[in-house]
């Protein structure tokens, strides 16, 4: 204003400014406080008047501010920010000065690239540390479940919280609010929903059917959720199973489909449920192993018509080249859609489109290398798809299927997709154990093994770069 008083007039960018923080004294510039945001404190604090002479104070850790302070001033942390100080320490302060997207930013792993990607820690729950399932967050927050209890990690890995549940053992966990869980188990009957922030239970939905007196005490083996629904697939005692969708705003039941009678490996409960946006669809898949190898199926339902939309039974179901290497591990890539098998016997890598099923619309994924075509399917298999990758457990082996251009020298296949096969972990973390969980949250990805403890935590390095040789 041209009538105003020159000396209440804000400070310009370029002016300089200090603080008192627990009585040790900062200068930065008004331009370095007012990069980290303009709802943050140091931002507000920016504002006061060129004329000023006294420095503001602040009764917080001089020293954590000063990591903070070279955080808005280079987009970085200093190198030796995470000797001196935890993750939990310099989130909390970054809370206070409201700058806690800059660390984030500064703090996250680069862009997940399996081929490069390398054990960086292990989460281990205070007790019962042997984990039964867990779920991660796009953020690369992480709830474990262990034993009766859930563990949860924030996005730079600090424990928040561990809540117990009535279970014994929860064997299923899926977040489907920011701080709400849904859990069952294969132990005891029914869906439930926790508030992990405040440690208690808010609802609880069951199988029933007052026509039919043998369905009581149905358990959950899979839950997924969509950003309306949970869904959720239940197990009685003599095996029907079903799949139902709850509303997540009510928690109510919404839609029940998909029930079967359980009496063979063609109509056992689905022991995996994926949401794919793109078709409004629900992809479950169903495995049994015997005396006589794999069996089971995938299935595709269209949960408001409750119909089977499409469906594949291994073994059988137009394979005839392939009958007797029925698939150990299926997932779905949302993203690309796409769905990824692992056969049982040869070890091959299946990948079909969801925009072109018929009746065999398998194509199979074979290296040129050589070198790495020994891969048997025999013994435990599992697959994850994340960030456009396809993550392989072998037994105790990590390995990755990355897309290539076509006509690079990956992989053979008869579609446009071209993979290439790369070995992910070193022969000290095969040795860890086998492989049963692979989950993907942000640029992280989290595995778990069998009778070991804790959740192994895999990123990219920030250094990871191509070197080129003259």
């Known amino acids: 204003m041209e009538n105003g008083d020159p000396n209440n007039a804000p400070s310009p960018a370029h002016g300089r400014i200090k603080l008192n923080v627990g009585g040790k004294l900062f200068e930065t510039t008004v331009s370095t406080l007012q990069s980290g945001g303009p709802d943050s404190l140091l931002f507000a604090l920016s504002n006061r008047a060129v004329a000023d002479p006294n420095p503001v104070f602040i009764d917080r850790d001089p ?23 935890s993750k939990q320490e310099l989130a909390d302060e970054a809370l206070y000065y409201g700058v806690e997207s800059c660390l984030r930013s500064a703090m996250s792993p680069p862009p997940l690239a399996g081929i490069d990607a390398s054990v960086v820690s292990t989460i281990r729950p205070a007790s019962d540390g042997f984990p039964s399932s867990f779920t991660a967050a796009g953020d690369g927050s992480l709830w474990i479940a262990h034993g009766g209890q859930i563990s949860c990690y924030d996005w730079s890995l600090a424990h928040t919280a561990t809540i117990r549940t009535h279970f014994e053992e929860v064997t299923s966990i899926c977040r489907v609010w920011p701080e709400i869980a849904a859990v069952g188990s294969e132990a005891a009957p029914g869906l439930h929903f926790y508030d992990i922030s405040g440690g ?10 007052p026509s039919d007196p043998r369905i009581y005490k149905a358990r959950v083996m899979a839950i997924a959720d969509s950003a309306d629904s949970v869904f959720a697939s239940f197990e009685c005692p003599h095996k029907e199973n079903s799949i139902f969708e709850i509303d997540k705003s009510t928690l109510q039941t919404v839609s029940e489909f998909g029930r079967q009678p359980g009496s063979s490996a063609k109509n056992m409960v689905a022991g995996k449920l994926t949401w794919l946006p793109e078709s409004n669809a629900v992809v479950g898949s169903a495995v049994s192993c015997g005396a006589f190898g794999y069996s089971g199926y995938i299935r595709l339902w269209d949960p408001r018509s409750s119909e089977v939309v499409w469906e594949t039974n291994e073994p059988g179901s137009g394979r005839s080249s392939r009958f007797g290497d029925s698939f150990a591990d299926m997932d779905a890539d949302i993203e690309g859609s796409k769905l990824f098998k692992i056969c049982s016997k040869s070890g091959d890598l299946g990948m079909a489109d969801l925009r072109k099923l018929g009746d065999d619309p398998w194509v199979y994924l074979t290296d040129k290398n050589y070198s790495m075509r020994n891969t048997s399917g025999s013994g435990s298999s599992v697959i994850r798809c994340h960030r456009g990758q396809v993550f392989v457990g072998r037994e105790g082996n990590l390995e990755v299927w990355s897309r290539v251009e076509e006509g690079e020298n990956g992989v053979e296949g008869e579609n446009d997709a071209m993979y290439r096969r790369n070995y992910v972990d070193k022969l000290e973390d095969a040795e860890r154990g086998t492989i049963r969980m692979i989950e993907g949250g942000g640029d992280r990805l989290f595995v778990g093994r069998e009778q070991v403890e804790g959740i192994e935590v895999w990123e990219s390095s920030n250094f990871a770069a191509a070197i080129p040789i003259s």
């Open 63 to 85: 020293d954590i501010f000063s990591v903070l302070l070279s955080l808005l001033r280079t987009s970085r942390l200093p190198s030796t920010a995470s000797s001196r100080y």
């Open 200 to 209: 208690r239970h808010v609802g609880s939905t069951h199988w029933t059917d």
